[in-house]
């Protein structure tokens, strides 16, 4: 959750959870939002009931690395995907996962992972981001898409024809 940006922008109302790897970071947080709940821990390490949520946001991490994780991640995809599956599962149905990731999880030739999410989450939209969009911010070029996906209810079936995803 960084520093705290979609804390800050969240209703008044809304309870908040944010997950923040880097304690000195979360510490601001905490302080900047006293009313939020922030956790200082890894994602991966997170241990939330599933459908907790009515919106999950967040910058998953890039990388082409597996972490074992037998509750969110049995099909062993990349850090990425797999923060995006878990962030689906402890959406409530009917809830939105908004993420920002890296190209790889819509240009993967291997479909296994985007079949995972469309089994559990309706894609709303994706957009590509240009590879200079965080250049000035964070040093970086990188291609990356923004995902919106709305958690299917538990009883709707899995979509088959993956074209939107594509």
């Known amino acids: 959750s960084g520093?705290?940006?979609?804390?800050?922008?969240?209703?008044?109302?809304?309870?908040?959870?944010?997950?923040?790897l880097d304690d000195t970071t979360a510490r601001i947080s905490r302080l900047l939002y006293p009313d939020a709940t922030v956790r200082s821990e890894s994602f991966a390490d997170t241990r939330i009931p599933a459908g907790t949520f009515d919106a999950t946001?967040?910058?998953?991490?890039?990388?082409?690395?597996?972490?074992?994780?037998p509750a969110h991640n049995p099909g062993r995809f990349s850090i990425h995907n797999h923060f995006i599956d878990k962030a689906i599962s402890l959406t409530a149905p009917g809830g939105y996962v908004t993420v920002l990731t890296s190209?790889?999880?819509?240009?993967?030739?291997?479909?296994?992972?985007r079949r995972a999410m469309a089994a559990h989450a309706d894609l709303i939209g994706a957009v590509r981001l240009p590879s200079?969009?965080?250049?000035?911010?964070a040093g970086t070029e990188v291609v990356t898409d923004?995902?919106?996906?709305?958690?299917?209810?538990?009883?709707?079936?899995?979509?088959d024809d993956l074209t939107r995803w594509s």
Request: proline share 5%; hydrophobic share 40%.
């Open 3 to 20: 520093n705290g940006a979609f804390i800050g922008a969240a209703p008044p109302t809304a309870h908040v959870t944010g997950v923040e």
């Open 57 to 69: 946001i967040g910058n998953v991490p890039f990388g082409n690395f597996t972490l074992i994780d």
């Open 103 to 113: 190209r790889y999880t819509m240009d993967s030739l291997d479909s296994r992972a």
């Open 132 to 137: 200079t969009a965080f250049k000035r911010v």
């Open 146 to 159: 923004i995902l919106v996906l709305r958690r299917k209810d538990s009883d709707q079936a899995a979509e």
